[in-house]
């Protein structure tokens, strides 16, 4: 094989993955929480054939929307794909790095964010109001966390690329600094269950819309916008998961298929952690998620302490 | 310079002829925005220049003040300050035109465009002064200009009231000013700027005090809490082409001080930056705390002044660190963050302004929770907006990310190069920890500001009736988006062009900032490159959408509420409902009032809420502190009788003293 044409596979692989494997997270979750309320749970590839469906159907809109609302779930899409393509698969890096590149992601998050909210005022329900409300809430709480978290680890690795970052946390790193990123881990594990609207801070399959914070914003999408919502949804959970898994796993080999393979085994376990605490644990009291947060945050700076020591 | 004096000499011009019109509205209208607009048009020219880097272009001419002198000159970091004032003045004055035109039927607009046309000049003037005198004559010119403005509508007790809090404290800052420079007069026995690097030689204790003098008299312009109450009161009540320059400009001139007299008082030390990064992170944090709990839309995008200022502040404070430190990269990303959000800040917050004058000329009023659904009926108002606030938000690929990123990567880079200094990590997390909350809640407010405004349905006949703005009023905000997108998507080059004016404020030679420069150039490509195919990837899912959309049904019906058939506008989420749980976290600091007449009985028939966030600073510290100086200011009472011939007495006693005092 010519030497531009592994670049060009290297560079796919980590994309092509997360696209298609993205959707099984969900049934994985699915049939871990099917387990331990004594069902089978759904076919392997259900959210696919959901997607399909979708994206075969009409749509109807509230006649209070604007173009706005067709556009959120085109722009949100389009910035997960854009995180997506930044983020690296534990020790395989992603096609785009950069110096800064966590910035953009946590931005491009911010954009996702941005336009689901706003999407969800276009509708004008007082439902999707409150959603909005929350999840703005939370997730600027959230962010903190997310960013020192980074920073410890920017610290401890000495780059400030996602890339890098991934894989220079090597096992031997977490035996000398075992603690910082062990906190650094937990902190960007609660950032993913707010960011991925999961148990504690949101209940996914909650059917009450008083109670709902992300659900509730999509209420009046149907057809190819929900399928659009849905698999972006899907691809945010991948990405904020490659990086908690990234962190979490630190198999190194070198060999790319072997690397590969022990992230993915990671993502599963990730996956089965998710569906095991959504079985085990309700979710917080709404006026609770905020000290859960600043936690998070308080978790990050003693990362960096730890990193110093 | 000969030009730019021309063009200033051009707008002021336009302003005296339309004085003299000031009768007919349109003709005043005409000419003073002609006068601005070709003024600026002429002067950006030689801005442009000198922000990159042409020869330096200066004028001394002699001038019969004590200690004055007219000594101008066009430098790097004039022309970086220059240049978004200059745009940002001729679209806000073509804007003006529009947006006067109602007031045009009853009253003069002779004196408005005067004093607007003044506001411009006094402005660049600041900006290009070398001398003391004139810096402080042209200070003082532009405080009056704007004051007069800011009354415009004056028969509206409110505005007087916020007219006179702004006088006071446009003058509180200037007193600072003033023993600054008296300060530096007297220790280098000149007031030319280019004599005072001769301070830190002759009087090296003194550089300390002249800082924190700069920080309080420049930072009173610019906004610095707790020194922004004059801001949220004066922003508001003038008219929405002035608070735009107001806001988007003129509060940068205090940006602007701070800035040329980190150059003139020479190498800094490093309690200055962590002083700046204080204050940063103090007026960014609350800035945008308070923003989040007010419900006017003006009074909303003025506290966003005083966020944004913080975030200019903290690039400025990291760069100030890495001076003090000797690090050429944080040193060029800071300044660069700092002063590229200048410029992005004039271009979104410009356009912001304008969008929410658009919203008070078509629908009547700026009470947030008054309007809605204006999307539909101002689509051209409601997509520029969108723009400015995701810009403002500090979201991907807008301009508002691009100077955030600059400090970012300039606190990574320090808190990565800096494990051994202590310092240096702390203010570098800080930050990081600060811009991270600080987008957050803009995301939240502005979010609120859009959506309340702009989507859903009308609450109010306000809404309900409102048109969209004229050409004049729409073309300005189209092109401040455009500036907005093109910043975002193209960086690197607008970075390199701050290039001379950072090897000016940094102190670094020129290999080390070019080589700054590169190195941030790189991400800075990544990110039109990534931008670039998100804009694919929208155009791509666009075409998947259509597609499978064709051919089949397509339906509009109401809103999904949950099984209720009837949804009315009175049941949309309103501000204060979005706020609440943020301004509940955050009780502490913002103080919310809250009056509440709950429904009582089996047939309640009367409820009420209302909600309101004073400043907490003007609640806490200045009125209190007015009231006792106020109180004993009474005792001299007593010398003031109403009578005509007493006052005669007591100047020709005061004449009587002064002569007998020179004669003795």
Not at chain 2, 30 to 55: E, F, K, Q
């Amino acid at each position: 094989m010519s030497h531009l044409a592994w670049t060009m596979m290297m560079m796919a692989v980590p994309l092509a993955t997360g696209l298609l494997l993205a959707p099984l997270l969900l049934t994985v979750i699915n049939r871990v929480k099917a387990f331990f309320s004594g069902r089978w749970g759904q076919p392997l590839l259900q959210p696919y054939l959901d997607l399909w469906k979708l994206l075969g159907k009409g749509a109807t809109y509230s006649r209070t929307t604007t173009w706005i609302f067709r556009a959120g779930p085109i722009v949100g899409l389009a910035a997960t794909l854009a995180v997506l393509a930044m983020m690296p698969l534990g020790g395989v890096p992603a096609p785009v790095r950069f110096r800064g590149d966590l910035l953009l992601f946590a931005n491009l998050l911010g954009l996702i964010r941005f336009i689901t909210v706003v999407a969800a005022l276009d509708t004008g329900s007082s439902f999707e109001g409150m959603g909005a409300s929350r999840e703005v809430l939370f997730s600027a709480l959230a962010e903190p966390a997310l960013l020192v978290g980074l920073a410890a680890v920017a610290l401890e690795t000495r780059s400030i690329s996602l890339s890098d970052m991934v894989a220079s946390v090597t096992a031997e790193r977490w035996l000398t600094q075992g603690p910082a990123l062990g906190l650094v881990v937990v902190a960007l594990g609660l950032v993913l269950v707010t960011e991925n609207a999961r148990i504690p801070v949101d209940d996914p399959t909650t059917h009450l819309e008083l109670t709902m914070i992300h659900e509730v914003m999509v209420l009046d999408h149907g057809g190819p916008d929900l399928a659009f919502i849905l698999y972006g949804a899907a691809l945010k959970l991948w990405a904020l998961g490659a990086l908690l898994v990234g962190m979490a796993v630190p198999v190194r080999t070198g060999n790319p298929l072997l690397d590969l393979g022990a992230f993915l085994a990671g993502m599963l376990i990730l996956a089965v952690v998710i569906g095991v605490v959504e079985s085990s644990m309700a979710r917080l009291r709404l006026l609770r998620i905020p000290k859960l947060l600043v936690g998070a945050t308080a978790l990050a700076v003693l990362a960096v302490v730890l990193v110093l020591r | 310079m000969t030009l730019f004096l021309f063009a200033m000499g051009v707008i002021v011009l336009g302003g005296l002829s339309a004085l003299i019109a000031g009768r007919s509205a349109r003709r005043a209208s005409l000419l003073g925005a002609g006068g601005a607009v070709t003024g600026c048009a002429l002067a950006l020219g030689p801005a442009l220049r000198a922000l990159l880097g042409g020869p330096l272009e200066r004028l001394d001419a002699p001038w019969s003040m004590p200690g004055g002198s007219f000594s101008v000159a066009l430098d790097p970091v004039s022309g970086l300050f220059l240049v978004p004032t200059l745009f940002l003045s001729a679209l806000a004055a073509v804007y003006g035109t529009g947006y006067l035109k109602p007031f045009g039927a009853t009253r003069a607009l002779g004196e408005a465009w005067f004093c607007f046309d003044l506001l411009v000049v006094s402005m660049a003037l600041v900006m290009v002064a070398r001398n003391g005198v004139l810096f402080l004559v042209a200070w003082e010119v532009m405080a009056l200009a704007s004051f007069f403005l800011v009354t415009f509508d004056r028969k509206t007790a409110s505005v007087r009231d916020a007219g006179w809090t702004y006088l006071i404290a446009t003058h509180l800052g200037t007193a600072f000013l003033l023993a600054m420079f008296v300060l530096l007069g007297g220790a280098t026995g000149s007031l030319e700027f280019d004599g005072f690097g001769t301070v830190a030689g002759t009087a090296p204790g003194l550089i300390g005090p002249l800082f924190l003098l700069a920080v309080i008299g420049f930072g009173t312009k610019a906004g610095f809490i707790p020194l922004h109450v004059w801001l949220p009161e004066a922003h508001p009540a003038a008219p929405s082409h002035v608070s735009a320059v107001m806001s988007g400009v003129m509060i940068k001139t205090g940006i602007y001080g701070l800035v040329r007299f980190l150059i003139v008082l020479g190498p800094p030390p490093v309690w200055w930056g962590w002083l700046l990064i204080g204050i940063g992170v103090t007026s960014g944090v609350l800035g945008v705390l308070l923003a989040l709990a007010q419900h006017d839309l003006k009074r909303l995008l003025a506290y966003h002044s005083v966020e944004n200022i913080g975030i200019i502040t903290l690039g400025l404070g990291l760069g100030t660190l890495g001076v003090a430190t000797g690090m050429p990269a944080l040193a060029v990303l800071g300044f660069g963050g700092g002063l590229l959000h200048v410029v992005n800040h004039a271009l979104f917050k410009g356009l912001l302004f304008l969008g929410a004058g658009a919203v008070l000329h078509g629908a009547g009023t700026g009470e947030i929770d008054h309007l809605g659904g204006l999307q539909r009926r101002m689509p051209w108002t409601g997509t520029c907006f969108l723009v400015g606030a995701a810009a403002i938000s500090g979201l991907p690929p807008l301009n508002g990310f691009v100077s955030e990123f600059l400090i970012y990567l300039g606190a990574f880079l320090g808190v990565i190069a800096a494990a051994g200094t202590v310092g240096i990590l702390v203010s570098g997390l800080v930050t990081i920890g600060a811009l991270a909350l600080i987008g957050g809640l803009a995301a939240a407010c502005f979010t609120k500001a859009f959506g309340i405004v702009f989507l859903g349905e009308p609450r109010s006949h306000h809404a309900a009736d409102a048109h969209e703005a004229g050409a004049s009023m729409r073309w300005p905000m189209a092109i401040l988006a455009a500036g907005c997108a093109v910043v975002g998507l193209f960086p690197a080059p607008a970075l390199r062009a701050l290039a001379p004016a950072l090897r000016l404020v940094t102190r670094q030679p020129e290999t080390a900032v070019a080589g700054a420069l590169a190195d941030a150039a790189t991400p800075l490509w990544m990110i039109t490159a990534v931008a670039t195919v998100f804009l694919a990837a929208v155009l791509l899912l666009a075409a998947v959408r259509r597609k499978c959309l064709a051919g089949r049904p397509v339906e509009e019906t109401v809103t999904w509420d949950c099984g209720y058939a009837r949804p009315t506008a009175r049941m949309q989420y309103t501000a204060s409902s979005y706020a609440q749980p943020l301004t509940e976290l955050f009780r502490l600091v913002l103080r919310t009032r809250v009056r509440l007449v709950a429904p009582t009985g089996l047939f309640p028939s009367r409820a009420m809420l209302v909600t309101e966030t004073p400043d907490v600073f003007r609640e806490a510290v200045f009125r209190p502190a007015f009231v006792g100086i106020r109180r004993a200011l009474d005792r001299l009472r007593i010398l003031q009788h109403g009578r005509i011939q007493l006052y005669v007495l007591y100047v020709v006693l005061t004449l009587v003293a002064l002569m007998v005092w020179t004669l003795r």
